[in-house]
């Protein structure tokens, strides 16, 4: 069974991301994400929720959030 260029794609996506291919498979990569419109808007959603996550992950709580949360949750 054959897969469409689409899923060939989507299966290159987390290593372009992560920049953990051969050249040639980044080279397979660029030129579908050049030609198609639907892979760019994943690869982009893809990328912008990796800075999401790394920046959620580095700030640090305001200090007494953590307590007030506890707080909230032992409330009856």
Same mark, same amino acid.
């Given at each position: ?31 579908? !994400? ?30 007494? !959030? ?5 707080? !909230?949750?032992?409330?009856?």
């Amino acid at each position: 069974m054959s897969r469409t260029p689409c899923e060939a794609c989507e299966e290159l996506l987390q290593g372009y991301l992560d920049r953990a291919l051969t050249d040639s498979e980044v080279g397979r990569a660029e030129s579908h !994400l050049d030609a198609c419109d639907y892979c760019r808007r994943r690869y982009r959603f893809e990328e912008s929720l990796r800075k999401y996550v790394q920046t959620t992950a580095a700030e640090r709580m305001p200090v007494g !959030l953590m307590e007030k949360l506890a707080q !909230l949750r032992s409330s009856p």
